[in-house]
C-alpha cells in the first residue's frame, strides 16, 4: 500500500501561483512515476504532468510553460509550480504513484483560480 497526500491548493487570483506538494508513505519502493491529475467540475480526470524515476516529465499542452513538475525521490515527494494560473485551471489536484505494483490516488487537494 502506498500513501499519498496532496497540500498547497486553495484559492488564488488569476495570474497567481501556487505550489502543490504530495509525500507518499508506506511500500514508497519501486514507485516509477509520480503525477498530478486534476478534475474539474462536470469533467474527466485528466492528466496534468508526471514525471519518472530519472527526472523525464510530461506535460498537458494546456499547462506547458506555466507549470513545473519536480520530484524528491529521498522524500518520496512530487512538486506541482503552478504560475500565471487562469479560470480554466480550476480544479480538484490529485496526486498519483505508479509503479510495477499498480497505481495509488491521493485524496485530492482543491486549486480554485478566481478574483
Known amino acids: 500500500q502506498v500513501q499519498l497526500v496532496e497540500s498547497g491548493g486553495g484559492l488564488v487570483q488569476p495570474g497567481g501561483s501556487l505550489r502543490l506538494s504530495c509525500a507518499a508513505s508506506?511500500?514508497?519502493?519501486?514507485?516509477?512515476?509520480m503525477g498530478w491529475y486534476r478534475q474539474a467540475p462536470g469533467k474527466e480526470r485528466e492528466l496534468v504532468a508526471d514525471?519518472?524515476?530519472?527526472?523525464?516529465?510530461n506535460y498537458a499542452d494546456s499547462v506547458k510553460g506555466r507549470f513545473t513538475i519536480s520530484r524528491d525521490n529521498n522524500k518520496n515527494t512530487v512538486f506541482l509550480q503552478m504560475n500565471s494560473l487562469k479560470p480554466e485551471d480550476t480544479a480538484v489536484y490529485y496526486c498519483?504513484?505508479?509503479?510495477?505494483?499498480?497505481?495509488?490516488w491521493g485524496k485530492g487537494t482543491l486549486v480554485t483560480v478566481s478574483s
Open positions: 508506506g511500500s514508497t519502493f519501486n514507485i516509477n512515476v
Open positions: 498519483k504513484a505508479a509503479g510495477s505494483w499498480g497505481y495509488f
Open positions: 514525471i519518472t524515476s530519472v527526472g523525464r516529465t
